[in-house]
């Protein structure tokens, strides 16, 4: 059980890693780099911020370094791919056809996503 929750707080140092990176990027892409368009701005911050992610878990959240970094990141890209269509379909429903709160749909979409997440890599991605 203890290994469990180092997992789980590696897990979550993990998350605030990246987006601490996709964040970080997105400033400097707007301030330094000046982009014109915040969408692509976030478009490449994001890139960064799941590469961090995905690094995060290999070598630091589940420790799997030894499989195929390859298969691995085409495992993690589509259960991203994944999780992130049924967040936009959360927020569809929720917000769009249900007319609830934006915010309140937001943050159940992102609640289910950090839990698919971690089972996704735990089971699907790394094995462990």
Known sequence: MKYHQSELMRYAINGVVATAVHY??????LRVLEFSSAGLANLVAALFGITASFLGSRYFVFQKADGSLLLQAM?????YGAIAVLHGVIL???TDWMRYDHRAGFL????IQVALSYVGNRRMVFNV
């Open 75 to 79: 495992k993690f890209s589509g259960l």
């Open 24 to 29: 970080g990027v997105l400033t400097i892409n």
């Open 108 to 111: 159940i979409a992102t609640l």
């Open 92 to 94: 569809l429903v929720w």
